[in-house]
């Protein structure tokens, strides 16, 4: 704000709007000094003015009633024009104010003496003035008093801002600043086609491992050279505006016509790197998202929103930019109300329901098992597959809800039918975040215990796989699960080239083929090949072998003669409520015996 970075009227005008601006901790400092100015030099009233173009607006006053006035009754503009002290022992004795209605009428000024405050890069925002309603003397020794003064004010004016609307490390204007020229450019009928241009350069999260070693200063080394380094890779014109908007994030404010796109700004950033002192330098990544605005149109704090929006799908894609979608929006709007529609759900316990699906031993044609699957029947979208909720919930604590939510009601059905010729074992399916509490495995079993049930009727099936394997805490959870006696189930085997290692990391007892690993070993010779020798081979490695997905006898009769243990899939049954589950279970084992 009181430095050129862009035009001088643009500064002049950015740097009054914060000023005129509410900050009580700020007048109340400037109360002080125009209290002092009257006890230092002996006048009754004194006040600070700032003036625009067309008013004049007191911010602070002692013994002085006037709260503003049109620049033109203004005494201080005599003193803003023409950029050095104004004196006047007796205004009435003074031609220029012979009529002025401040002086024949409130607040009957007779004596006026008024130092301009002029920022460190020459800009005049107003006045620190003293006044009286009688003729005064003003001495050269009261005159050098007033200016030191001013200059006192403009100096704290100065570090008010630096500490509010400057980046303490870079130096650069803060997210705050951003907003309030934002909110200026509005007010002051501004309607130029503009964009907002997010940059993220830092990987943060290594920054801040490199602090732990290194401490603080590498860091901030690292934040000024970035800060250092984009305006002269870019080199924005005059009243093109870089801030600092989060810490290793940047903003650029500049017109719709200007060449600094987000691709433009993503393109010329490619491939540098930034010091970190001592000889170091790492190599900085960017990602960059635009916001393309009409000013006026939108609030400041939703212009800056819709380039964060841009951004994070930049990064979430892995691209270098992306310009702001309305649909995506919409659609990570949708994807964040429907986040907090499921807490709302886990929490009141209102729409969620199981359903399970059977699993059938390929050897007899019996039910031997079965899986809980969550549904959520929402009350505006309908029913949702786990697929339309499950991967944001990854993202957050609700996942572990979810599966304390699961295991609560699967549990339920087992104590239900404890003495029942239709019970089976039910597997859960159990995130990285579940296998890395250190009392997962405890609770889990303590619940089995005071249900009286034994922990072979509860399998867990293990999600994320690549996620656990990379957790030594979820690998030693799995472990103390696998020693209480839960069986342990891999998920979708058969859809990656490292899948044959977690065979010799993990605890398994189950190897859930994936569907699309047999769904056409019925019409196709090298799938049925495929499918044989990994089952073959996890059968020498003492796997029980179950496939998802069979949908005809086909495929059924392939698996059966290729020696797998377990099927599940549509050609048996859909994922079932639990009374219709009851029924076909009844149905089912009385049709086998």
């Known amino acids: ?39 230092a030099l002996g006048i009754p009233g004194s006040f600070i003015s700032v003036l625009d173009d067309e008013m004049q607006h007191v911010r602070a006053a002692h013994n002085f009633t006037l709260t503003h006035s049109t620049r033109q009754d203004s005494l201080c503009r005599h003193a803003v024009d023409s950029d050095s002290i104004v ?32 920022s460190s890069a020459g800009l005049i925002l107003g006045t620190l003035c003293v006044t009286d309603v009688v003729p005064h003397r003003f001495s050269r020794e009261q005159i050098a008093m007033l200016t030191m003064l001013a200059a006192l004010v403009m100096s704290f004016l100065e570090a008010w801002y630096s500490a509010g609307f400057a980046d303490p490390v870079t130096g650069l204007p803060n ?19 503009r964009r907002l241009v997010l940059i993220d350069c830092i990987d943060m999260p290594r920054a801040y491992e490199l602090a732990r070693s290194m401490g603080m200063g590498p860091v901030e080394s690292l934040l000024k050279d970035v800060a250092t380094l984009l305006p002269l890779r870019l080199r924005p014109a005059p009243g093109e505006m870089l801030y600092t908007v989060a810490t290793g994030r940047f903003a650029l404010l500049t017109r719709q016509e200007s060449r600094l796109t987000a691709s433009w700004v993503a393109d010329k950033l490619t491939g540098i790197s930034a010091d970190l002192g001592d000889g170091l330098s790492v190599a900085l990544v960017t990602h960059t998202g635009e916001a393309g605005f009409r000013t006026g149109e939108l609030p400041a704090q939703e212009i800056l929103r819709r380039a964060v929006s841009a951004l994070h799908e930049a990064i979430t894609r892995n691209v270098a930019s992306m310009l702001f979608s309305e649909d995506t929006d919409t659609r990570h709007t949708r994807d964040f109300t429907l986040m907090h529609d499921l807490a709302a759900a886990i929490r009141q316990d209102k729409g969620l329901w199981l359903a399970y699906q059977p699993k059938i031993c390929l050897h007899s ?16 979208h309908g029913e949702l597959s786990p697929a339309q909720f499950l991967p944001f919930a990854g993202q957050t604590e609700l996942l572990s809800e979810l599966t304390a939510w699961v295991t609560e009601r699967a549990i339920a059905r087992l104590s239900r039918l404890r003495d029942s010729y239709i019970q089976l074992p039910v597997t859960i399916n159990v995130s990285s975040s579940d296998f890395s509490r250190d009392s997962f495995a405890d609770e889990l079993e303590e619940q089995m215990i005071r249900a009286k049930l034994p922990v072979s009727l509860l399998g867990i099936e293990c999600l994320e796989t690549e996620r656990i394997l990379e957790s030594p805490a979820a690998m030693q959870g799995l472990e103390m699960l696998k020693l209480r006696g839960f069986g342990i189930s891999l998920d979708d ?6 899948n ?33 020798s990994i089952i073959a081979m996890l059968k020498d490695l003492d796997y029980t072998v179950l496939a998802e997905g069979v949908e005809n006898a086909e495929t059924e009769t392939a698996l059966t003669d290729f020696g797998c243990d377990q099927a599940q899939g549509f050609f048996y049954a859909r994922p079932l409520p639990e009374t219709a589950l009851d029924e076909w279970l009844g149905w089912r084992l009385r049709s086998k015996c």
């Not at 997210?175 to 909110?183: G, H, P, T």
């Not at 044609?365 to 699957?373: S, T, V, Y």
């Not at 990391?505 to 690993?517: A, E, G, H, T, Y």
Request: net charge positive.
């Open 87 to 118: 004196v006047v022992p007796d205004t009435l004795l003074d031609t220029r104010f012979a009529e002025h209605p401040l002086i024949l009428g409130a607040p009957f000024i007779r004596f006026y003496a008024g130092v301009p405050l002029k």
């Open 500 to 532: 044959i290692s977690y065979l010799r990391r993990m605890p398994l007892d189950v190897i859930k083929l994936d569907r699309s690993l047999i769904s056409e070993i019925s019409s196709d010779t090298a799938s049925r090949v495929i499918a044989r």
């Open 493 to 498: 085997f058969g859809t990656g080239y490292s």
């Open 1 to 39: 704000m009181f430095t050129r970075s862009g035009g001088d009227d643009d500064c002049r005008a950015r740097t009054l709007n914060a000023l005129l601006s509410y900050d009580e901790s700020r007048d109340q400092v400037l109360r002080q000094f125009v209290r002092l100015a009257s006890q």
């Open 365 to 380: 044609g019996k039910p031997i098992g079965l899986e809980a699957l969550i549904r959520w029947q929402h009350p505006q």
């Open 175 to 193: 997210r705050q600043r951003l907003i309030r020229d934002l909110q200026f450019l509005a007010a002051s009928g501004d309607t130029t086609l």
